[in-house]
């Protein structure tokens, strides 16, 4: 959802107390995970494309906030109190954050608060940031109203719009609720709780014309299964042993697919604030071809990639700029560790 907000690119289903290690559950089928277009062209040379490891969180449901019904004859207003009718597998919750209606801030902590209950999900691509959040969706199949994947964003302030169109008021959508169209696409603007602003994007399927596309339908039909009550926490068991002394970890990524995910996380230098990118991948895939003090690891056109304690991982540089070396340094770091949130934490 990089195109709903420049500012990203800065940036199962158990019950269980305490901690879950969820890579031993997801072992048998992990490598029919999701596949990464950056992991995809970074090994196309030596190998199969990467497929997505299993990621580490803490897990339990959080109570669901209630809310008041809304008053007789309006409409009804997507919120974060959907009703969860249909429960679809999802990375783990975090059972001790507070959600966005108990009033957490937006990303904060690397923190995701926005959900789905559509009950045709395919697979979850989730972003946090400070002050952001996104969600992409795939379903497995088209909707009545002519689409089958949708964008969502959350953010603490109105600027989510992207692209050029015709605005018109959506009064069904709730407070200050605006639709705008394009030749394609459309979006939904609107506030789901106060100070927190959230954006619906959607394309049509262009190669098929059935269903016939229904902007307005589609639009509210999302929104009604947005719901922002669960909270998900990235966290992975490894850190880095070395980074430049002006890094920071500025946010993360979460990609599920059925029962299988991977988590990502987004780094930035204090000096410009560019991102770079650090991934855990399948191990088996990587095929060494350098090394960096006597550590090898593969080296690719689009980043490089090692292996460490059975564990796999992949780094690039995306639009930073960061030297390969400084990258190849922090990957060859690389030290398997308790369960942390930061990978940045000595």
Not at 12 to 28: F, K, M, T, Y
Not at 220 to 227: K, Q
């Amino acid at each position: 959802m990089n195109d709903l907000d420049p500012r990203l690119a800065t940036a199962l289903h158990a019950r269980a107390d305490g901690e879950v290690h969820i890579e031993s559950l997801l072992a048998a089928s992990v490598r029919h995970g999701v596949r990464h277009r950056r992991n995809r062209r970074l090994l196309i040379g030596g190998a199969a494309a990467a497929t997505v490891a299993a990621i580490l969180a803490t897990t339990a449901l959080l109570p669901r906030a209630t809310h008041p019904p809304a008053p007789a004859g309006t409409p009804p207003r997507p919120s974060a109190s959907a009703s969860p009718a249909v429960v679809l597998p999802r990375p783990p919750m975090a059972g001790s954050e507070r959600s966005l209606p108990a009033g957490a801030p937006v990303g904060d902590a690397f923190q995701i608060h926005l959900d789905v209950t559509d009950p045709d999900v395919l697979h979850l691509s989730y972003s946090s940031a400070a002050g952001l959040e996104s969600l992409r969706v795939t379903r497995g199949s088209t909707s009545p109203n002519g689409y089958d994947t949708y964008q969502l964003s959350l953010g603490d302030s109105a600027d989510l719009w992207t692209g050029d169109g015709a605005v018109a008021p959506l009064p069904e959508a709730g407070r200050k609720g605006e639709m705008k169209t394009g030749d394609g696409w459309a979006a939904l603007r609107w506030q789901p709780i106060d100070g927190i602003w959230a954006t619906a994007r959607l394309e049509f399927r262009q190669a098929d014309p059935k269903p016939a596309p229904n902007a307005r339908g589609g639009l509210l039909e999302i929104a009604r299964w947005v719901r922002l009550d669960r909270v998900l926490r990235c966290a992975a068991d490894f850190r880095l042993g070395w980074a430049p002394e002006n890094t920071r970890t500025v946010g993360c990524r979460l990609d599920w697919s059925g029962r299988t995910g991977s988590v990502g996380f987004v780094f930035g230098s204090a000096d410009d604030g560019s991102p770079f990118y650090l991934t855990e991948i399948t191990p088996g895939d990587v095929h060494p071809n350098a090394s960096y003090g006597g550590v090898p690891f593969q080296s690719g056109r689009d980043g490089s990639a090692i292996e460490v304690g059975g564990r796999a991982f992949v780094i690039d540089a995306g639009s930073s700029g960061t030297p390969k070396d400084v990258l190849q340094h922090m990957l060859t770091s690389i030290q398997l560790s308790p369960g942390t949130v930061d990978p940045l934490t000595r």
